[in-house]
């Protein structure tokens, strides 16, 4: 089997005849029929595509290869299993967003409040709290939290179990967001501790990490839809099902962030950390229990002292 027609099969595969198919795949599998000796003007007749353009590319990609028409560098072994991990953290985050909707569909449902989805921007918000006028209340930026930090009480006198690690310039960032639209921003963690992940990728095939490994988001997102269906996939959703949300405001993170720089933010305290951790973050260590609020006692706050109580303990930092 050639680098294309592998390329053309996972496509198919996790897309199928969706009209979401993305360009670069519905170019492939035209590439691969005219170089199956499929007459050129047919391959245009039936998929619409320019044929100087279809032309151009059977030539880039005979004389190139896969990767080069890609402009891409063949992926080695380490870079499949960077691309394992890549998907398994997104397949995470997915099942936690979809435990989200429901929790927040049934709780919030009774008082009158609904969320809105804001992630096909891609932004920093998963999704917008909204009132029965459809006025916004706060932005949600979900968490997965469950790899856990070892040496936490070691380094910032946590544990492990209790320990969240949120990058410092994530919480810049938010701040800064909510302080340019005046509409407050809650971080939304959710814990499973000691999660295998490792579990979920040996269950992604080779194949698809190497598709992952040549895309992009679209398609790891696409990826992770297809896994989200098959029967292991069950199991996962119900631990993650069964775990609680807790929440904390940007703006009670930062300060935190701020009060316990030195005590939270170990790497300012380590020389040679980037040696140490290599590739890590430079993050504020936050308690799950102490310092966070559980999603059901946010709701209890929603429900007591309506939108404007609430937004004024978010903007405060009291939640």
Not at 152 to 176: M, N, Q, W
Not at 197 to 204: F, G, L, Y
């Amino acid at each position: 089997m050639t680098d294309l027609e592998r390329f053309v099969r996972v496509g198919n595969h996790i897309y199928g005849d969706s009209v979401q198919t993305p360009k670069l795949v519905l170019r492939s599998r035209a590439i691969l029929r005219v170089l199956a000796d499929e007459p050129l003007e047919m391959v245009v007749s039936d998929t619409g595509l320019p044929k100087h353009h279809l032309r151009v590319w059977v030539q880039a990609l005979s004389k190139d290869g896969l990767y080069g028409w890609l402009g891409k560098t063949e992926p080695r072994p380490e870079r499949i299993q960077r691309a394992k991990g890549s998907v398994a953290q997104m397949f995470l985050g997915s099942l936690a967003e979809e435990h989200f909707e429901s929790l927040a569909h049934d709780a919030l449902g009774q008082q009158g409040f609904h969320i809105t989805d804001d992630r096909v921007g891609r932004t920093d918000t998963d999704y917008r709290l909204l009132d029965s006028n459809e006025h916004p209340v706060c932005r949600f930026n979900i968490k997965f939290h469950g790899t856990l930090f070892r040496e936490s009480r070691e380094y910032v006198a946590l544990d492990p179990k209790d320990c969240f690690a949120l990058a410092t310039y994530k919480i810049h960032g938010a701040l800064r967001r909510q302080d340019q639209e005046f509409l407050p921003y809650v971080f939304l963690i959710i814990s499973v501790p000691e999660f295998p992940r490792k579990v979920i990728e040996e269950s992604i095939s080779d194949d698809l990490a190497w598709l992952s490994a040549l895309s992009g988001r679209s398609t790891e997102e696409q990826i992770v839809t297809v896994l989200a269906k098959e029967p292991w996939a069950e199991d996962i959703r119900v631990q993650i099902r069964s775990a609680e949300f807790r929440v904390i405001s940007a703006r009670r993170a930062d300060q935190l962030l701020k009060e316990r720089l030195f005590e939270r933010v170990h790497a300012l305290r380590l020389r040679g950390f980037n040696r140490t951790f290599r590739g890590a973050e430079i993050n504020m260590h936050l308690s799950l229990s102490k310092e966070m609020m559980a999603f059901s006692e946010f709701l209890q706050v929603l429900a007591r002292t309506g939108v404007q109580g609430l937004s004024v303990r978010l903007e405060r930092g009291e939640i």
